[in-house]
C-alpha cells in the first residue's frame, strides 16, 4: 500500500513567483484583433435584431389570433341568425301545406261554380229581382213574422 502524506490547508511555506514578460502585439495583429471584434460585435447585434423580428412577429400573430377569434364569432353569430331564418321559413311551408288542400278545395269549388255559370240558367243570376218576404215588425213586444207560405210564428 502507498501512503500518501496529508495536504496542508493553508498556505504553502514555500512560494514561487513567478514572472511572465509581455510582449507588446505588432500594429497588424492589433488591427486583426480589432477587425474580429468587431464581426463579433456586428454578428451579435445581428442576432440579437434578428430574435426581436422574430418576437415581434409573434406578438402581431398572437393579434391575429385575437381577430380571427372575433371573425369566427361573427360567422357563428351569423349561422346561427341562418338556423333560426331558416327554422321560420320551414315553419312558413309546413303551415302552407296545412292549408293547400284547403285552398285547392275552395279553388274546385270555384271551377265548378264557374262552369255552372257557363252552361246555363242554373247559378245565380244578379239581374232577376226576387220578391222579398213580408215581414212585419211590431215595437209592442209583440213579435208575429209572416212568411212566403203564411206561417205564423208568435214569442
Known amino acids: 500500500m502507498e501512503h500518501n502524506p496529508r495536504r496542508r490547508r493553508g498556505r504553502t511555506r514555500a512560494t514561487l513567483i513567478q514572472t511572465r514578460s509581455f510582449a507588446p502585439k505588432s500594429k497588424i495583429s492589433a488591427l486583426f484583433d480589432s477587425l474580429c471584434n468587431l464581426l463579433i460585435m456586428s454578428s451579435l447585434m445581428g442576432v440579437i435584431f434578428l430574435?426581436?423580428?422574430?418576437?415581434?412577429?409573434?406578438?402581431?400573430s398572437k393579434c391575429d389570433v385575437f381577430s380571427i377569434a372575433k371573425e369566427l364569432n361573427d360567422i357563428s353569430n351569423n349561422l346561427t341568425d341562418m338556423k333560426n331564418s331558416y327554422t321560420y321559413l320551414e315553419s312558413r311551408i309546413l303551415k302552407f301545406s296545412e292549408e293547400l288542400p284547403k285552398i285547392e278545395g275552395q279553388v274546385d269549388i270555384l271551377e265548378a261554380l264557374a262552369n255552372?255559370?257557363?252552361?246555363g240558367n242554373f247559378g245565380w243570376n244578379p239581374k232577376t229581382h226576387l220578391a222579398l218576404p213580408n215581414v212585419d215588425v211590431f215595437l209592442n213586444g209583440d213579435f208575429k213574422v209572416k212568411r212566403a207560405n203564411k206561417t205564423k210564428i208568435s214569442w
Not at 430574435?51 to 402581431?60: A, G, K, Q
Open 116 to 119: 255552372t255559370i257557363e252552361r
Open 51 to 60: 430574435s426581436l423580428e422574430h418576437h415581434c412577429n409573434v406578438c402581431r
